[in-house]
């Protein structure tokens, strides 16, 4: 089950990102602070649910949320800044984002970097113990899920609705035979991936 909390009475906000280990697209990271008593009954880690059940329960913690934010790093700012640091700034910027100032922030992972002396700590697999990172990491994933479709409309040989930008041997074939386009890494070794 769940946790509402780590520090009873303090507005926290629960940090996740998707979109960390993509050949294509940003890196998405949501920020949310739920109600403590908010009903979200199907609330669980992301990659636990369906795509419906995602997109359900986009809706519902979206209005149910004391504040949400969703920011992102481009694929320039990720063959730049590489994409550990990316998915931290994208967390930072959704924090920045938030109409109500937390007073600690649960992250998602192990890797954060102290900014605006927000008060932190980092939770291994947290999206499976805190409620509020749970709904980041739903945030997170549909928001980007929902570029990637629009990315798959513009691109309909690349497959992007099917794989996300994810490194499958669909979209690996494309890049072979069609080559890059402007959302692509490209500075992500495919080499790595065929072997």
């Known amino acids: 089950m769940l946790k509402?909390?780590?520090?009873?009475?303090l507005i926290e906000a629960g940090c996740d990102e998707a979109g960390r280990g993509c050949l294509a697209g940003p890196v998405y990271a949501a920020a949310v602070?739920?109600?403590?008593?908010a009903r979200l009954?199907?609330?669980?880690?992301?990659?636990?649910?369906?795509?419906?059940a995602r997109d359900n329960l986009r809706l519902q913690?979206?209005?149910?949320?004391?504040?949400?934010?969703?920011?992102?790093?481009?694929?320039?700012?990720?063959?730049?800044?590489n994409i550990l640091?990316?998915?931290?700034?994208?967390?930072?910027?959704a924090v920045q984002m938030l109409a109500v100032r937390p007073e600690?922030?649960?992250?998602?992972?192990?890797?954060?970097?102290?900014?605006?002396?927000?008060?932190?700590?980092?939770?291994?697999?947290?999206?499976g113990k805190f409620?509020?990172?749970?709904?980041?990491?739903?945030?997170?994933?549909?928001?980007?899920?929902?570029?990637?479709?629009?990315?798959a409309r513009q691109h309909?040989?690349?497959?992007?609705?099917?794989?996300?930008?994810?490194?499958t041997a669909q979209h690996i074939q494309a890049i072979d035979e069609l080559g890059y386009l402007d959302c692509h890494r490209k500075t992500f070794n495919l080499k790595k991936l065929k072997t």
Request: hydrophobic letters at 35%; charged letters at 30%; proline letters at 5%.
């Open 104 to 127: 600690h922030l649960l992250i998602d992972g192990n890797r954060f970097k102290p900014f605006d002396f927000y008060p932190y700590t980092t939770v291994i697999k947290g999206d």
């Open 61 to 81: 913690i979206e209005q149910k949320a004391v504040a949400w934010a969703v920011a992102s790093c481009t694929e320039r700012e990720i063959e730049k800044y």
């Open 41 to 52: 009954p199907l609330l669980d880690d992301s990659k636990k649910l369906t795509e419906s």
């Open 33 to 37: 602070i739920l109600p403590p008593r």
């Open 156 to 167: 309909p040989e690349y497959g992007f609705e099917k794989h996300k930008g994810y490194g």
């Open 4 to 9: 509402s909390y780590l520090h009873k009475g």
């Open 131 to 151: 409620r509020n990172i749970a709904a980041a990491s739903i945030l997170a994933k549909t928001h980007r899920d929902a570029y990637m479709k629009e990315l």
């Open 85 to 93: 640091n990316c998915s931290i700034l994208a967390m930072q910027r």
